[in-house]
């Protein structure tokens, strides 16, 4: 059974920069597409990036291209989400999620795996 950990939230001020990692067990990590989403209170779950496995083509939501970058390492079955130029509204609990056979990169519902979450705070 495929576990998923994220780690690297905190509470930092409007502009800092913040690594959030995310690591696998239990699934083959190579074969499957990785993304980061969030949820802030009272809101829905978004989608924040995603990234493809073995070409690691990547893709961002509006709301966070140009200040966030999503990598994998194979080696180490990790996903990390850089985070720079942080804004109140990014404040959010962030969840790493695993996908194997979806088609719809930007949906939760593509996702198999899912972290516990790591809680981000962005104070201004």
């Known amino acids: 059974q495929g576990q998923l950990v994220e780690s690297g939230g905190g509470l930092v001020q409007s502009g800092d920069s913040l690594r959030l990692s995310c690591a696998a067990s239990g699934l083959t990590f190579v074969d499957y597409r990785m993304g980061w989403f969030r949820q802030a209170p009272g809101k829905e779950r978004e989608f924040v990036a995603t990234i493809s496995r073995r070409v690691g083509n990547t893709l961002y939501a509006d709301s966070v291209k140009g200040r966030f970058t999503i990598s994998r390492e194979d080696a180490k079955n990790t996903v990390y989400l850089q985070m720079n130029s942080l804004k109140s509204e990014d404040t959010a609990v962030y969840y790493c999620?695993?996908?194997?056979?979806?088609?719809?990169?930007?949906?939760?519902?593509?996702?198999?795996?899912w972290g516990q979450g790591t809680q981000v705070t962005v104070s201004s």
């Open positions: 999620a695993a996908s194997r056979i979806g088609v719809k990169f930007t949906s939760a519902d593509d996702y198999e795996y």
